[in-house]
């Protein structure tokens, strides 16, 4: 729902167009000032002159081609949501899905954790825009992630694999190979505790409410609203489940964004002269993703510095120098050229 279509839907209840939008100008104005300083922070963090001095090593042929390459996982990310939306009972189309997708993209570029925890401020871009209740848009943007964490792990593990015939295992590889399966172990427990069991997870998260909030009477409104909440969020929840061959195929179908992912970095590479196998760019794109954590917005610098280490660990002859440029020109490709377009987004849906 975009700022016209909310003047239409509140003249039906009351209040002429005009009327509607002169109540809405401050706040916009506001969330305005707030998104542009924000992306005037993120500025800042990039370094420009880095970045155009990257720019400027690669060959523009192939970097064209992997700039192309590197947007097509956005068309996937938003598929997944619109899956999952759908399902949760969010009556949306795949372009309304696109600008929630793109406008939540850029709260989520600005979270103190990096990359990490920004579906609640995903989700309440969701439940403004779409006037829904945040726990069904909290559990579907969460599903949502859950199922976009897999391809990564899918094909760490096919290149384990595949080293462990073809090639040699070092004990790097076999540090990674226990982290994966700690992840896979971690990840579908979590997974069926949300979608398959989530009346169980409900009730212990109501008893331990209601332990808190019996002590006093102030506290019991407040705890019976939580209770409210966590039931809608495990009724949603528990909707994204009942269905695990729609699961199985979105699931499948997203793995093709980490596809285009290695392809973009493997297409950097080349355009600075490095020759390398897709394989071992399984490993760099994931052990990079841990930069995403560390709490700077985005992970400026620090995404870039876990991937220039990935690279000089697992991509045989490439300098330090040359794991730097190629770092911050995947970087480019896959966030900061998206931010801008993020900010537009943002500033066009109505919260």
């Known amino acids: 729902m975009f700022v016209g279509e909310t003047c239409r839907n509140k003249h039906m209840y009351g209040g002429s167009p005009s009327q509607m939008i002169d109540s809405e100008k401050p706040k916009r104005i506001l969330m305005f000032a707030a998104s542009t300083l924000v992306l005037a922070g993120l500025v800042y963090f990039a370094g420009v002159e880095k970045i155009i001095d990257a720019a400027l090593q690669a060959d523009p042929v192939l970097f064209s081609i992997a700039v192309a390459m590197g947007s097509l996982p956005v068309l996937v990310f938003t598929f997944t949501w619109f899956r999952v939306l759908r399902k949760v009972g969010i009556d949306v189309d795949y372009r309304e ?8 993209g850029f709260l989520n570029s600005v979270t103190p954790l990096g990359n990490a925890g920004g579906e609640p401020f995903m989700a309440y871009v969701v439940s403004r825009a779409q006037d829904v209740e945040y726990e069904k848009a909290f559990s579907a943007i969460l599903s949502a992630d859950l199922i976009n964490i897999f391809p990564p792990m899918t094909f760490v593990a096919g290149g384990l694999v595949y080293v462990a015939f073809f090639g040699s295992v070092n004990s790097l590889l076999v540090q990674v190979a226990y982290l ?56 949603a929840l528990s909707r994204v489940g009942d269905d695990p061959v729609y699961l199985v195929k979105t699931a499948v179908i997203v793995h093709a964004t980490f596809v285009f ?34 709490p700077v917005p985005g992970g400026a610098g620090a995404y870039e510095g876990a991937m220039t280490a990935s690279l000089t660990l697992f991509v045989p002859g490439i300098s330090v120098a040359t794991a730097v440029t190629a770092a911050v ?16 987004f943002f500033n066009r849906v109505d919260v």
């Open 97 to 104: 899905t696109f600008s929630l997708w793109m406008a939540g």
């Open 180 to 235: 994966v399966g700690l992840a896979l172990v971690l990840g579908s427990g979590l997974l069926y505790l949300l979608w398959y069991n989530s009346d169980a997870l409900g009730s212990f998260l109501s008893k331990a409410i209601r332990g808190v909030t019996d002590r006093s009477a102030r506290l019991e409104k407040y705890g019976e609203k939580a209770e409210e909440k966590i039931d809608g969020m495990t009724e």
């Open 261 to 294: 992912e290695v392809m973009a970095l493997a297409l950097v590479l080349a355009s600075l002269g490095v020759e390398t196998d897709l394989t071992p760019l399984y490993f760099v794109l994931p052990l990079a993703d841990l930069g995403n954590n560390l």
């Open 329 to 344: 020109l995947y970087r480019m490709i896959v966030y900061w050229f998206r931010v801008p377009f993020q900010y537009a």
